[in-house]
C-alpha cells in the first residue's frame, strides 16, 4: 500500500534555531502533499498544501514566512519551522496522496513531535 | 463549506462490548468521508471511506460505517471491541480528497 514516510521523529532544539522536516512518497508519486499541526488532544490542522514545482497554498492564519514549504520532486515535501519560538512546539503531519489512481485516500506519515525549549 | 462534528470526546466499553463513534457531517453537495484512527505518538490510519457507491462501508480491523444522507450521518461501528482499539479516532470530511476537514477526534477505551 501507500507509504508516507517522515522524518524526523522527533527533534528538540533551542529557540531561534531553524528545523526542517522532510516528507517523502515512498511507493507512490505526490504532485500534492499535505502539512497539518497538531496541538495535544485536538484535531488536525491543515497548514498548507504543498504543490511540486509550484508555491504551496497557505490556510487562512498561517504565516508562509515562518513555515517554508519546498516541493522540489514528485516524492519529496519539506516543511522548515524558521526561527523557531516555543509556541510553535507541536506535532507536525504531512499526508500525500497517490494522484495516479481514482479516488485515493490521503496517506498519512507518522508525525514528527517538535519541542522548542 | 463542509463541516464535522464527532459526538462525544470520550467513549469507553469494555472489551467483547459493541463500538460505536458517531460522526455527522454538513455539506452542500455529497461528500467523500473518512474514518481515520491514530495511536499515540503516531500520524493517522485510514480505516476506511465512502465516495461512490455501497452505503455501508467495511474497513480495517473489523470495522464499518454506514453512510445515511437523511441522517448526514456516518458513524463507525465494531460489533466486539478489542484492548488494541483503544486509540483516537477522526471522522473527516472533503469534496474532493484533497483538502480534508477533520472532526474533533473521539478517544476510545476499552476496559477488559
Known amino acids: 500500500g501507500a507509504v508516507v514516510s517522515q522524518h524526523p521523529s522527533w527533534v528538540i532544539c533551542k529557540s531561534g534555531t531553524s528545523v526542517k522536516i522532510e516528507c517523502r512518497s515512498l511507493d507512490f508519486q505526490a504532485t500534492t502533499m499535505f502539512w497539518y499541526r497538531q496541538f495535544p488532544k485536538q484535531s488536525l490542522m491543515l497548514m498548507a498544501t504543498?504543490?511540486?514545482?509550484?508555491?504551496?497554498?497557505?490556510e487562512q492564519g498561517v504565516e508562509k514566512d515562518k513555515f517554508l514549504i519546498n516541493h522540489a520532486s514528485l516524492t519529496l515535501s519539506t516543511l522548515t519551522v524558521t526561527s523557531a519560538h516555543p509556541e510553535d512546539s507541536s506535532f507536525y503531519i504531512c499526508?500525500?496522496?497517490?494522484?495516479?489512481?481514482?479516488?485515493?485516500?490521503?496517506?498519512f506519515g507518522d508525525g514528527t513531535r517538535l519541542s522548542i525549549l | 463549506a463542509q463541516s464535522v462534528t464527532q459526538l462525544g470526546s470520550h467513549v469507553s466499553v469494555s472489551e467483547g462490548a459493541l463500538v460505536l463513534l458517531r460522526c455527522n457531517y454538513s455539506?452542500?453537495?455529497?461528500?467523500?468521508l473518512f474514518w481515520y484512527v491514530q495511536y499515540p505518538n503516531q500520524g493517522l490510519q485510514l480505516l476506511l471511506k465512502?465516495?461512490?457507491?455501497?452505503?455501508l462501508v467495511k474497513g480495517i480491523n473489523g470495522f464499518e460505517a454506514e453512510f445515511k444522507k437523511s441522517e448526514t450521518s456516518f458513524h463507525l461501528t465494531k460489533p466486539s471491541a478489542h484492548m488494541s482499539d483503544a486509540a483516537e479516532y477522526f471522522c473527516a470530511v472533503t469534496l474532493n480528497t484533497d483538502k480534508l476537514i477533520f472532526g474533533t477526534g473521539t478517544r476510545l477505551q476499552v476496559f477488559p
Open positions: 504543498s504543490n511540486e514545482g509550484s508555491k504551496a497554498t497557505y
Open positions: 465512502y465516495t461512490t457507491g455501497a452505503t
Open positions: 499526508s500525500a496522496r497517490d494522484q495516479g489512481r481514482a479516488n485515493q485516500p490521503q496517506h
Open positions: 455539506s452542500s453537495v455529497p461528500p467523500y
